[in-house]
Every structure is written in C-alpha cells, then in structure tokens.
C-alpha cells in the first residue's frame, strides 16, 4: 500500500519571525508538513531543499520514512551539519504528519501512544532588574506554570541576552544586521545567585526555576555559579560552556551538584553521544527540527534513557508551530521526557499555522486531530514576506568578540 509523493514544495513567511515550512503531497492528496526554521540562515536551508532534496522525493513511498531518513543522510555523502540535518528533519516530519493522517489517529499514537497526561512545559519569565524578573516569574506562576526560566539584565550591562522587549514573546532576532550585546562574566557571576535567591523567597518551592548561561562561561567559572546556585535548587543549568568543549562538562560535575542541560544546536546523536555515555549532562536539549527529525531524535531520546538523561527540547519562537506539536507528539510519548521548553508565538505566526495543542495547568497536549494537528494557511503565509533577521553578536566590555 503505497503512497507516492507527487509534489513537494517550500513556503518561507514572516508573520512577526521567518519560518521556512516544506509540504509534501501524496498522490491521494494527503499533506505533511515539515518546520526547516534555522534561525538567521533560513535561506540556507530553504535551498537546500528546494534544488537538492524536493527533487529526490517526487515518487517516492511516503510511508518509507526510515528508508527516506537513511537515503537522505547517507545518500547526500556530507553528513551531519544544521544546515543539512534541519532539511532532513523537515521531509522527517511531514511524512510522519502524512502516516498519522492516513492512519486517522494523532501522531503520538504512532510513537508508543501516550505515557503521560500532558507535556510539561516551562515559561519565559525575564525583566530589566531582578525585582521585575521575579514580578514576571509570580506572573507565570499566576498563569498556571509549573516551571520557569529565570533571565534577567546584568547590572552595568547596558543588554543582554534573554531580556525582551515583548514579555510573552521572546524574539532575539531582531534587526536586519546583527545588533551587539556587551558581556562581562563577574558581572553576571555576582547578579544570578541573588535573582535566585529573589525568586526562592517570593516564590516558594513548589515551582521549578531554571537558567539559561547562553554557552558563556569557562568550566571552572560554570563550575562555581553550580555550587553558588546550589541552595535554590535549579532544575537545570543551561548552556553553560560552549558545547564543542565536550570535556569541559566533567569539570563542571566536579564541582556542583546542579544539573546540566545541553544541545539545542546540536544537529546529531554524534554531538551527544559522549555527553550522555560518560554521565556529563542531566537533560538533552536536541530538537526535531535541527537533530534530524522525530526518527533521529526518537535514537538520542533511547541513547539518553540508558544513561538516566531525559529530554528537555528546545522551544523558542523559532521554532515554528509545526516543529512545537512535533515535540509534543514526542514529549507526551517519550518515557524519558524531562520538560519541554514553552515559547509562545505571537498572534500573527498563530493565525499562519492554525493548530490543535494547547496549555492547560501547566502542561501543553497535542491534541487528538489525526496527523500533527497543525496546518499552514498559505494564503495569509504570502502576505508575510521574507525579511532578513540576524540573531545578536556579543562583545566583551573591551571589545573582544565573545560569545552569544
Ligand atoms: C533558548 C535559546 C534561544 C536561542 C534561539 C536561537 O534556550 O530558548 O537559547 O533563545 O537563542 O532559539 O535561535
Ligand atoms: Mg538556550
């Protein structure tokens, strides 16, 4: 019972933010969508499948989605790369949107079916000083969250990351050129234990708090904020040496107890596999869309489970609406679930691609429309042309080029 491909196309908008989304069609006129969102290198991706991957899909099997993953990744002989894995992660998911819908059932049905209520989700509560990232934190708190993210501004720094203008909405890539941020780290060592430490008297103890470093500190200075944070019990400490430094992780562990999260850029089970077998890091933070899809991210999410890693994906604004049900099919599926990442999307990118999954009590749940439960409204998609973004640059205070 085959269904062949008889088109596939790529639709880029900007409904607030650029999304690039491929849809695949079968010749029963069954559609998948797939999200290819690499933030501020979206065209790079868009090409990637438009002149060397739409090509290869038309007459093939959509039901073949192992044999499709492997033809991809082996076939292209350049493997591996955000570019490359995020195109792979889209034709992924569309085909898995595409079975889902034939069968009828929602798509986590076909991942294991449901191992728990809901997909626990964590907010986005930031601010200017610390006294008003903790008024937004007892904001999201109020709102029904069960976990929370803490960023504030650094005093002395005139920006930063994870502070935004809009509070719902967090959208760092905000110019047509790269804005710059300064950084200085005995700044931001000497403000995050007092912001927890803030948090924990308003807030109590029955709400999770998490961080985001952002891939800015040496081990041992990560090593040290660990132990600081000890006392208000973080649920993790995010990105917090530039991961490429894989070795950097132990000496983190030497020093705190806090856990560790890592690998929202990551593109591969290769970019995680030392991490999770030598027990360096707590949560991986690899996604469906720029780690190759549900079928690759279903094989990291299996390595992790052996070494007691869980997941925690991640879930910003660019992420598109199709790449969040994909998680949440996942998450709610997935016995080794940690806590998936909640972003919400503006208005505009919500009326683009009409969805199923909503929040309730602190959790997100897919829905139980057959497929993902998310369309694209092209119509409305081609009223929100494409505009270049870049994501931030950060300098230190002298001017060195660092890391953001
Ligand atoms: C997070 C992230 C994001 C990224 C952004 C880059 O933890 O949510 O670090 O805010 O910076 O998604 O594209
Ligand atoms: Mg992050």
Redesign the pocket.
């Known amino acids: 019972m085959a269904s062949p491909i008889v088109d596939a196309k790529v639709v880029i908008t900007s409904p607030g933010r650029n999304f690039v989304t491929l849809k695949i069609t079968t010749a029963e006129g069954v559609y998948g969508l797939g999200d290819a969102t690499l933030?501020g290198r979206e065209l790079a991706v868009a090409a990637y499948l438009t002149e060397h991957v739409c090509p290869l899909l038309i007459g093939k099997d959509a039901h073949r989605i192992e044999d499709m993953w492997q033809y991809l990744y082996r076939g292209a002989y350049w493997r591996g790369g955000p570019v490359g894995m995020t195109a792979i992660a889209a034709v992924d998911v569309a085909l898995w949107d595409i079975k889902a819908k034939i069968a009828g059932l929602p798509l986590y049905q076909l991942l294991g079916g449901a191992c728990r209520d809901g997909v626990t989700v964590y907010g986005h509560a930031n601010g200017a000083t610390i006294e008003e990232t903790v008024q937004e934190a007892i904001r999201y708190r109020d709102l029904g969250y069960r976990a929370i993210r803490l960023q504030s501004g650094v005093p002395g720094l005139k920006s930063t990351y994870g502070v935004s203008r809009d509070k719902m909405f967090?959208e760092?890539?905000d110019a047509a050129l790269p804005t710059e941020n300064e950084w200085s780290t005995p700044r931001y060592l000497r403000m995050v234990p007092q912001l927890f430490k803030a948090a924990r008297a308003e807030l109590g103890w029955d709400v999770e708090l998490l961080h985001?470093v952002?891939h800015r500190l040496t081990p041992i200075e990560a090593g040290r904020l660990g132990k600081d944070l000890e006392p208000y019990r973080p649920f993790w400490l995010?990105?917090a040496v530039t991961a490429e430094h894989q070795a950097g992780f132990r000496t983190i562990r030497d020093h705190t107890t806090t856990p560790l999260a890592v690998g929202?850029i990551f593109s591969s089970i290769w970019d995680c596999k030392t991490l999770i077998e030598e027990g360096l890091i707590d949560f991986i933070r690899a996604t469906v869309v720029h780690a190759g899809g549900l079928t690759h991210l279903r094989r990291i999410a299996a390595l992790a489970d052996l070494y007691h890693v869980k997941t925690g994906c991640?879930?910003?604004t660019?992420l598109s609406p199709v790449s969040m049900a994909a998680a949440l099919h996942f998450g709610l599926s997935t016995s080794n679930f940690g806590i998936q990442?909640y972003?919400r999307h503006t208005p505009e990118t919500d009326a683009v691609f009409p969805h199923n999954y909503g929040f309730e009590d602190g959790m997100l749940h897919p829905g139980d429309a057959p497929g993902l439960g998310v369309d694209l409204d092209e119509g409305l998609a081609a009223r929100h042309p494409y505009s270049r973004a870049y994501?931030p640059v950060n300098r230190l205070q002298d001017g060195t080029m660092f890391n953001w």
Do not use: I, Q
């Open positions: 933030n967090y760092p890539a985001d952002h995010e990105d929202e991640h879930g910003a660019d990442e972003m994501l």
